[in-house]
Nanobody, 123 residues
Framework: QAQLVESGGGLVQAGDSLRLSCAASGFTFSSAAMGWFRQAPGKEREFVAT????????YYADSAKGRFTISRDNAKNTVYLQMNSLKPEDTGVYYC????????????????WGKGTQVTVSS
């Protein structure tokens, strides 16, 4: 069965960096567009970044542009999110997701979801 496992979250200070990883199994990873979403306490899940099947296309939320970089290694079935210059408003649970309708910002297009990894940024 399909599985996505996120890792790399933690407690950091504002201005620090983190690299999230998401290991995929149980489906053809290279056939899936991958996305990162996050959810802060009391807020709805929001789009962060997405990458196409072969990594040729990426798209970011305005809040992530210039600070976050999404990448993937299809040989390792892993997608990454490099987060630099972190801000307290980046705090939340970060989820990776896999979809087969192309890279998109809409969560409804993603079929598989991980359980998330907590990112906490202190001021």
């Amino acid at each position: 069965q399909a599985q996505l496992v996120e890792s790399g979250g933690g407690l950091v200070q504002a201005g620090d960096s983190l690299r999230l990883s998401c290991a995929a199994s149980g489906f053809t990873f290279s056939s899936a567009a991958m996305g990162w979403f996050r959810q802060a306490p009391g807020k709805e899940r929001e789009f962060v970044a997405t990458i196409s099947r072969i990594g040729s296309g990426t798209y970011y939320a305005d809040s992530a542009k210039g600070r976050f970089t999404i990448s993937r290694d299809n040989a390792k079935n892993t997608v990454y999110l490099q987060m630099n210059s972190l801000k307290p408003e980046d705090t939340g649970v970060y989820y990776c997701a896999a979809g087969f309708s192309g890279a998109t910002i809409w969560y409804g297009n993603y079929k598989y979801w991980g359980k998330g990894t907590q990112v906490t940024v202190s001021s």
